[in-house]
């Protein structure tokens, strides 16, 4: 799985975070969305790959302003995820 970070400026409140992840998971197949205007940032968990250029097309059609895009493997992290690992 994939953590995708991408900076969003212009985003005021609640329904900007609302809008932004709402048009990312009608355009992509992503595991999670979560916008913080307070962060100005939305990322995003996919197994699949999603294309950067696409990605900022479909967040500057919501009116927000869209920054670096960053990517990372993501593991999810939980109670046992310490004892995975051990061997």
Known sequence: ????????D?????????HVNEAVRAAFPVK???SSHAKGETVILTEQDI?????KEVI???GYEVGTVTREPYEKKGLFS???HEK
């Open 1 to 8: 799985m994939e953590k995708i970070v991408v900076k969003v």
């Open 10 to 18: 212009g985003m005021q409140c609640g329904m900007c975070e609302a």
């Open 32 to 34: 999670k969305v979560t």
């Open 51 to 55: 294309d950067d250029a696409k990605l």
């Open 60 to 62: 500057d059609k919501t």
């Open 82 to 84: 310490a004892f995975r």
